[in-house]
């Protein structure tokens, strides 16, 4: 099985700023990574797969980056609609998610 | 547009079973591997399932084997987990995803979910 595992827990930031999430997998995924957006109460999103490809109708703000087993998601500009939790899958063998950080409000 | 609506959640004793059935639409359902993750109460995200396109191949995770069964109708566009042998770590939404189209094993849309909680 590979562990993904999220950095930090919680990230605290204010609109306009930059956010920047960390992924690690426990052995090397290639570019098999996903990430996904959930807010409270609704079920995730698709935000980026194959690393850094966005999905259809995801603002450019959103930039995922890395290969193997680091891997970065980024936010650049936070806007009120990206506070949520943020998961990362990796799908190289059976899937598995990291814990999730949460994003919220500073 | 995709539509994935779970049902068939609710209060299930420790060792029954439930059926959740997903029902899909706006797609062509018979073209796309489908799947079931789900998510403990305040936890995180837990893969269950696949399905592929003519439900000729299965895959599960090692904590529900023996215990669930997925089934896919492309006639009803519908996929199914049938879950038996129920135990209180298996609380949890359940939701009914989308494969991507390339087999990928990755969910490009998702249902809303239905819960299932399992206590005595």
């Known amino acids: 099985e590979i562990v993904m595992t999220q950095s930090p827990a919680t990230l605290s930031v204010s609109p306009g700023d930059r956010a920047t999430l960390s992924c690690r997998a426990s052995?090397?995924?290639?570019?098999?990574l996903a990430w996904y957006q959930q807010k409270p109460g609704q079920a995730p999103s698709l935000l980026i797969y194959g690393a850094s490809t966005r999905a259809t109708g995801i603002p450019g703000r959103f930039s995922g980056s890395g290969s193997g087993t680091e891997f970065t998601l980024t936010i650049s500009s936070l806007q009120s609609e990206d506070f949520a939790v943020y998961y990362c899958?990796?799908?190289?063998?059976?899937?598995?998610f990291g814990q999730g950080t949460k994003v919220d409000l500073k | 547009e995709v539509k994935l609506v779970e049902s068939g959640g609710g209060l299930v004793q420790p060792g029954g079973s439930v059926r959740l059935s997903c029902a899909a639409s706006g797609f062509t359902f018979r073209s796309y591997w489908m799947s079931w993750v789900r998510q403990a109460p305040g936890k995180g995200l837990e893969w269950v399932a696949n399905?592929?396109?003519?439900?000729?191949?299965?895959s599960y995770v090692d904590s529900v084997k023996g215990r669930f069964t997925i089934s896919k109708d492309n006639a009803w566009n519908s996929v199914s987990l049938q879950m038996n042998s129920l135990r209180v770590e298996d609380t949890a939404v359940y939701y009914c995803?989308?494969?991507?189209?390339?087999?990928?094993?990755?969910?490009?849309?998702w249902g809303q979910g239905t819960m299932v909680t399992v206590s005595s």
């Open positions: 399905i592929k396109q003519d439900g000729s191949e299965k």
């Open positions: 995803a989308r494969v991507r189209l390339d087999g990928s094993l990755l969910f490009d849309f």
């Open positions: 899958q990796q799908y190289n063998n059976w899937p598995s």
């Open positions: 052995q090397s995924v290639s570019s098999n």
